[in-house]
C-alpha cells in the first residue's frame, strides 16, 4: 500500500539569470478543475535554486513547472530535478 501523503520534492537552479533579471521565482501548479488548480510559488535564490515540497495525494499527479515544463507526472515520494536555461528555455533539464 503507497502512503500517498508522502511528499515529492522538486528542486531545480536557474542558469543565466541576468537575461531576465526580473524572473524571481518559479511557479508549480497542480492542475485539478479550470480555475481550481493549486499554485505554489518558491523565491529564486541568488545562486539560483528553487524548491518545491508538497504532498500528491493521489498514487500519480499532474503538475506543471510554468512556463518550462507543462506536463509533469509525480508520484508520493518523488525527487525531480530542474535545471532551466534562461538562454535556451524550451529545453529544460529533468532528473530524477
Known amino acids: 500500500h503507497e502512503d500517498l501523503a508522502k511528499e515529492v520534492i522538486i528542486s531545480g537552479r536557474v542558469f543565466n539569470r541576468e537575461v531576465y533579471p526580473k524572473e524571481k521565482e518559479e511557479k508549480l501548479e497542480i492542475p485539478y478543475l479550470s480555475g481550481l488548480e493549486t499554485v505554489y510559488?518558491?523565491?529564486?535564490?541568488?545562486?539560483?535554486?528553487?524548491?518545491?515540497?508538497?504532498?500528491?495525494?493521489?498514487?500519480?499527479?499532474?503538475?506543471?513547472?510554468?512556463?518550462?515544463?507543462?506536463?509533469?507526472?509525480?508520484?508520493?515520494?518523488?525527487?525531480?530535478?530542474?535545471?532551466?536555461?534562461?538562454?535556451?528555455?524550451?529545453?529544460?533539464?529533468?532528473?530524477?
Open 41 to 96: 510559488t518558491s523565491p529564486i535564490a541568488d545562486d539560483g535554486t528553487f524548491c518545491f515540497r508538497f504532498s500528491s495525494y493521489a498514487s500519480s499527479r499532474e503538475v506543471a513547472l510554468r512556463y518550462y515544463a507543462e506536463q509533469l507526472y509525480v508520484h508520493p515520494g518523488d525527487s525531480l530535478h530542474v535545471e532551466i536555461d534562461f538562454n535556451d528555455l524550451l529545453h529544460p533539464r529533468i532528473t530524477g
